[in-house]
């Protein structure tokens, strides 16, 4: 009944910011991604009658009742947990249905800052359910646990894979046809880089939950956004297939500040970006334009990701470096680096060792 898995988060090219149906995470629009081979959250999930209520600790600190992370993300997600567990189980008997209704204990460690656009929900809600498919033995294949995760936090639907992932919005009002299928496997494109500058480490005010629902709800530019959608998802899709650098990095750029525009444009204005974050985009535009071959990404956070190839990574290290380095001269070096460089990587794994015995 106590099972562990390990996911790693995902970095959107063609992002996902907007959904049809809030209660069943169902996007406006196709997003297309790439699965790190870092960033992991590993999380120990136990069902079992010796505990009186559901038990969620992050990061070894406990959130309850009350609190936004237990209510909104973690109760509501056992909640279709269970509802998915229990439709299933009348397709397919599983061995112990009463386990379902078991009070669970969920342990879960990343060993990177969470809610500061890093895709943290996207490792955590793949790894959770991941680890909630073997602890209650339902026998989810991809399709089903990328169906689950999709119910936690939209974008873990796609790290159920690794390497290249395309999540399909469906049609259907139900979202039994809203799931992420693999484009190409972690190793398909070996020279893919990806260097993620750490701006801030801070959590942001606004979560991409709330943030993207009122973007669709008030910004002008929102139906502009779903037109342009389809060509960027073509590009994309060939880029990968055809290890393209070009056409996926200036794809994915241009994307990414269309996506950021909805932001701004969006009553209130949601603005992600610091000083830093505007310094880094500059910098690899005029990179680019001096013959260094870089591209870059950003989420809802102030965090750049730099999209480059294995042949160039360390001169823009060493450029990424110099710009890093002045502002965190202060770092403790117990604290984590800032430049994280990453790589197509795997998709979860249940793995023997748990976070509590
Ligand atoms: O899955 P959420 O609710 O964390 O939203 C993810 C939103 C973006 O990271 C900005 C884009 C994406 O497609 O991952």
Partial sequence: ???????????????????RDEKLFLPQ????????????????????????????????????????????????????????????LR?????????????????????FPKAAGLASSSAGFAAFAVAANEALSLGLKEKGLSILARQGSGSACRSVFGGFAEWKKGKRKNGQDSFAIQIAPENYWPDFRIIICLT??????????????????????????????EDDLKKVRKGIKEKNFSLVGKTAEENCLKMHSLMLSTKPAIIYWNSRTIELMRKVIDWRENGLECYFTIDAGPQVKILCLKKDLETLLKRVKKI???????????????????KPGPGPKIVKTHLFS
């Fill in 91 to 111: 397709i397919h008997p599983v061995k112990s249905p009463s386990a379902l209704f078991n009070r669970v204990k969920v342990v879960s460690k990343g060993g």
């Fill in 1 to 19: 009944m106590k099972a562990t898995a390990i996911a790693n988060a995902n970095i959107a090219l063609v992002k996902y910011w907007g959904k």
């Fill in 29 to 88: 629009n196709n997003s297309i991604s790439v699965t790190t081979d870092c960033l992991s959250v590993k999380t120990t999930v136990e069902f079992s009658s010796k505990y009186k209520k559901d038990i969620l600790i992050l990061d070894g600190k406990e959130f309850k009742s009350g609190s936004k992370e237990y209510d909104e993300y973690f109760e509501s997600f056992l909640n279709k947990l269970r509802i998915s567990a229990k439709t299933k």
């Fill in 200 to 229: 801030s480490k801070k959590e942001k005010k606004i979560k991409s939950r709330a943030g993207m629902a009122q973007t669709v709800k008030t910004s002008p530019f929102y139906p502009g956004w779903l037109k342009t959608i």
């Fill in 324 to 342: 890093a380095g002045l502002e965190f001269r202060n770092l403790k070096k117990s604290e984590m680096k800032n430049i994280i460089i990453a």
